[in-house]
């Protein structure tokens, strides 16, 4: 039977990736200290690595894919084939920032104020070639953690990852530039994709990933109206492309059924049941598939 390899994200992003895969219908189990998860699929052997390191392991074939940031792909630097974007993350499903941040005091306004100054990061490579772009010659130091507290007395400046800005405001911290915008990425060996079957099988998860984000903001809303009230409550109701509309066994009612984006359902609910619609049932989605 053909096994593939496939790497998922150690650390931060490690829930979020479970949550993810169980909407997208593979049952992932991992004990406390273990690298090697189990999962219901008997053509997957998973293993944990830090995204970090992942991009190295998947040009050196030790797996055959793995999920890890665009920001680990540039900052190592590797040969790889990046199959999907997937746009989830930690917190939200927006994109991460790596940001250029001083301290809030600081007197340093740009990116060329920070000359011959000390820059923090774990992001050395890539912060180095904004540099060059720059034209700005800065110390750049690799940050073991904690990076947020390092200005001003241990670095000028640092180029630290953030979603919301939560943590850098909370830290005294002010954003001067955007260094990158990375998303999560499923990569793969060069080997692994000319192979049919592990190609086959990747695209197939894709597929299934991608359905389940596309799900994660959305939900399923169905209702009775009658036919008196069906052109004023389409009138309201958004849709993907249109609802389904069904006859139901009383004569002159209809079932309607639609996916709406999480965000309005609060607002919509109310002005559905003022515009005639009965029986309204919201309920969850595992995977919007187009």
């Given at each position: 039977?053909?096994?593939?390899?496939?790497?998922?994200?150690?650390?931060?992003?490690?829930?979020?990736?479970?949550?993810?895969?169980?909407?997208?219908?593979?049952?992932?189990?991992?004990?406390?200290?273990?690298?090697?998860?189990?999962?219901?699929?008997?053509?997957?052997?998973?293993?944990?690595?830090?995204?970090?390191?992942?991009?190295?392991?998947?040009?050196?074939?030790?797996?055959?894919?793995?999920?890890?940031?665009?920001?680990?792909?540039?900052?190592?630097?590797?040969?790889?084939?990046?199959?999907?974007?997937?746009?989830?993350?930690?917190?939200?499903?927006?994109?991460?920032?790596?940001?250029?941040?001083?301290?809030?005091?600081?007197?340093?306004?740009?990116?060329?104020?920070?000359?011959?100054?000390?820059?923090?990061?774990?992001?050395?490579?890539?912060?180095?070639k904004y540099l060059e772009q720059k034209k700005v010659k800065a110390d750049v130091e690799f940050s073991w953690g904690a990076t947020e507290?390092?200005?001003?007395?241990?670095?000028?400046?640092?180029?630290?990852?953030?979603?919301?800005?939560?943590?850098?405001?909370?830290?005294?911290?002010?954003?001067?530039?955007?260094?990158?915008?990375?998303?999560?990425?499923?990569?793969?060996?060069k080997k692994s994709v000319k192979d049919l079957k592990k190609r086959a099988k990747i695209d197939r998860i894709v597929l299934l990933l991608?359905?389940?984000?596309?799900?994660?903001?959305?939900?399923?809303?169905?209702?009775?109206?009658?036919?008196?009230?069906?052109?004023?409550?389409?009138?309201?109701?958004?849709?993907?492309?249109?609802?389904?509309?069904?006859?139901?066994?009383?004569?002159?009612?209809?079932?309607?059924?639609?996916?709406?984006?999480?965000?309005?359902?609060?607002?919509?609910?109310?002005?559905?049941?003022k515009a005639g619609a009965e029986g309204i049932i919201e309920y969850p989605l595992n995977k919007v598939i187009y």
């Amino acid at each position: 039977m053909m096994k593939l390899k496939l790497a998922l994200p150690k650390g931060s992003l490690e829930e979020a990736t479970y949550q993810l895969f169980r909407k997208a219908g593979f049952n992932i189990v991992v004990g406390a200290r273990s690298y090697y998860p189990t999962v219901d699929d008997p053509e997957l052997e998973i293993v944990l690595y830090r995204p970090q390191e992942m991009p190295r392991y998947v040009e050196d074939g030790v797996v055959d894919c793995g999920l890890t940031g665009y920001d680990w792909v540039v900052e190592n630097g590797v040969d790889v084939v990046e199959i999907a974007e997937l746009k989830y993350s930690k917190a939200t499903s927006r994109p991460v920032r790596w940001v250029l941040a001083v301290h809030e005091d600081s007197k340093f306004k740009s990116v060329r104020d920070l000359e011959g100054k000390k820059i923090a990061t774990e992001l050395v490579a890539v912060t180095k070639k904004y540099l060059e772009q720059k034209k700005v010659k800065a110390d750049v130091e690799f940050s073991w953690g904690a990076t947020e507290v390092k200005p001003p007395k241990l670095a000028d400046a640092i180029v630290e990852a953030t979603e919301t800005g939560s943590s850098l405001c909370a830290n005294n911290l002010r954003i001067i530039d955007t260094v990158l915008t990375s998303t999560t990425r499923l990569i793969a060996n060069k080997k692994s994709v000319k192979d049919l079957k592990k190609r086959a099988k990747i695209d197939r998860i894709v597929l299934l990933l991608q359905g389940a984000i596309v799900a994660q903001d959305k939900v399923g809303l169905k209702m009775n109206v009658s036919k008196a009230n069906l052109k004023k409550v389409l009138g309201i109701l958004p849709a993907l492309k249109k609802p389904t509309i069904s006859n139901l066994s009383s004569d002159g009612w209809y079932d309607v059924d639609t996916i709406i984006d999480e965000a309005i359902v609060r607002e919509l609910i109310p002005d559905l049941k003022k515009a005639g619609a009965e029986g309204i049932i919201e309920y969850p989605l595992n995977k919007v598939i187009y």
